[in-house]
Structures are given as structure tokens and as C-alpha cells.
């Protein structure tokens, strides 16, 4: 056991002394890879924020059932009873729209009037307006609601007012996909980076790893300093990203501030959870461990 921690102690110490005798490339490394994982950071942290405001926008979405043109008030009348008459739980109220009161409410607006006049007759149908109750599943109701009346005698068209909360769910979705392949991608600069590093680190020692391999030094002895070299990176690098990024909060908080006063709303950045910054940092550092094994892998064959 001393001797295994023996070996490692001297690997940590020999990769401490050869980042402290390249400051600049050291510094260069650190620098690319912590702005890289910045962004992903305040990205997850935009998402955070935003995704509990959307899920609690208080909505009573209304469906609108269009009548055929055809169809008369008795129609638009045996819709509403069929409607209240199997009134499912989540189904606030039904009104009914006339096409004669929907026709005066646009005579009523100035851009409509001088259109409306022009027309002989009354292009517009009977409606039957449906309003739900708030809940969590309001949209994905609606939606399986409005499929079943659009089957109803005499409906030739059905409106959805919520439809705005599914695209909105489904940028959501794809901003989340964006930050999937984000992180991919810094996951990919992290591994060219720490690979280059190990590289380089490797063809301006090979006398000493040639020399230390005559004298009886195994395979693990050689590459292990390169793999405390490259967690090490990662390490520091992200623990600076999480630094970066709360800096980076503080003035974007200040302008999102002035921003949400407008609008009388409170918005709040924050980095993501303590649980999540630790799992990517440990998943930062084993991408910059595994990037060092296969690079010193591949040039320490002399």
C-alpha cells in the first residue's frame, strides 16, 4: 500500500512540476477549455431558469368550435347541450357566439368596419366557445379534447388557443437538444486540447521516458504523471468555468432585472445545483484523464 501511494504521490508531483514549468502553455490550456465550459453553464443555467416559468404560466385555454356555414343557431345550440350534457371534468363553461354578435364585435373596430360594409351578407359562422380549468395537464387535455369534437355534426372547424404553450414546449425541447450537442461539443475541445497538451508534453520527454524505461520503469509508471497531468486540467479548468460563470451572472442578473421590471416579473439566474457542477466536473476530468492515456498511448511508442 506505501508503495502504491508512493507511486502516485511521485506522478502527482511530477505532473504539478510540469505544469509549473510551462506557465504560458499551462495558462493558454486552462483558458481555452474554461471558456469552453462557461458557455454550456450559463446556457444550462438560462434553461433552468426559464423552464419553471413556463411550466407555471397560469393558462385557461379555449377551444373554439366553428360551425359549418350552413349550420343555424340550433345547430351551434345542440352543440353546447351535447357539450354540457357530457361535460368532462376539466370544462370551465360554454358560450355561445352568434355570427350576427361576432359580426357586430368587428363592426365595432375601425380596421374591420369599412371591409365588413363592402360585404352583402354575413360571412361569418356560428362558434361555441369552450374555456378549461387551470391544471398542470391543460394543453395536452385540450389537445385530446379537440381531436374528439372535431368529429361533432355540424363543427367544420376547431381552434385551439393553447396551441402557443406546446411550440413553447417544444423550443424548450429543442433548446435543450441544443445544449446537448453544446456540451458535446466542448467535450470534444477538452479532449483535442488536453490531447494536444499530453502530445507535446510527451515528444519533449522522450529521452527521460526512453532512459526511464531502461532502467526498469514499467508502462503505468511512465504514463501515470501524464494522466495526473490531464485530470489535473480538467480540474482546475472547471473549477474556474464555475468561477467565470457566476461572474458572468452577475452582470446578466443586472440586466435581466431591468428587463423583467417592465413587465412587472421576477428572473433570477443561478448556476445549476451543486450536483450537477460536481458531476460535470468529475466528467470534465475523466474525458482529460482518458484524452492524456490515449494520447501518451500514442506518442511514448519509441
Not at 503505468?220 to 457566476?246: D, E, H, K, N, W
Amino acid at each position: 500500500m506505501r508503495r502504491w501511494l508512493r507511486q502516485h504521490h511521485y506522478a502527482l508531483t511530477v505532473a504539478l512540476r510540469r505544469l509549473r514549468t510551462q506557465p504560458f502553455s499551462t495558462l493558454s490550456n486552462l483558458v481555452v477549455i474554461s471558456l469552453s465550459l462557461t458557455v454550456p453553464i450559463l446556457a444550462a443555467s438560462v434553461l433552468q431558469a426559464v423552464q419553471p416559468i413556463v411550466r407555471h404560466i397560469p393558462v385557461s385555454p379555449e377551444i373554439t368550435l366553428y360551425l359549418a356555414p350552413q349550420a343555424d343557431l340550433k345547430d351551434a345550440q345542440q352543440v353546447a347541450t351535447q357539450l354540457t350534457a357530457n361535460r368532462d371534468p376539466v370544462i370551465q363553461s360554454v358560450q355561445i357566439v352568434a355570427r350576427e354578435q361576432a359580426l357586430a364585435r368587428l363592426q365595432q373596430e375601425s380596421a374591420w368596419a369599412e371591409a365588413l360594409a363592402a360585404l352583402e351578407s354575413n360571412p361569418l359562422p356560428h362558434a361555441v366557445i369552450v374555456t378549461l380549468h387551470e391544471s398542470p395537464e391543460v394543453a395536452r387535455e385540450a389537445a385530446i379534447l379537440a381531436e374528439q369534437w372535431r368529429s361533432l355534426k355540424a363543427v367544420d372547424t376547431v381552434q385551439l388557443d393553447s396551441e402557443w404553450m406546446r411550440r413553447l414546449g417544444a423550443i424548450l425541447d429543442f433548446l435543450g437538444v441544443g445544449l446537448g450537442l453544446l456540451a458535446a461539443s466542448v467535450a470534444l475541445v477538452v479532449l483535442a486540447t488536453v490531447f494536444n497538451t499530453v502530445r507535446m508534453q510527451a515528444l519533449s520527454q522522450r529521452e527521460e521516458i526512453a532512459i526511464a524505461r531502461l532502467v526498469g520503469a514499467t508502462e503505468p509508471f511512465v504514463r501515470r504523471p501524464f494522466l495526473y497531468l490531464g485530470g489535473l486540467t480538467g480540474i482546475v479548468s472547471s473549477l474556474a468555468a464555475i468561477g467565470l460563470a457566476q461572474l458572468a451572472l452577475l452582470p446578466l442578473n443586472h440586466a435581466l432585472a431591468r428587463l423583467a421590471s417592465t413587465w412587472d416579473a421576477q428572473l433570477i439566474l443561478a448556476l445549476p445545483d451543486t450536483a450537477s457542477l460536481g458531476a460535470g466536473l468529475v466528467l470534465v476530468t475523466m474525458l482529460a484523464a482518458l484524452a492524456a492515456r490515449w494520447s501518451v498511448t500514442r506518442n511514448t511508442r519509441f
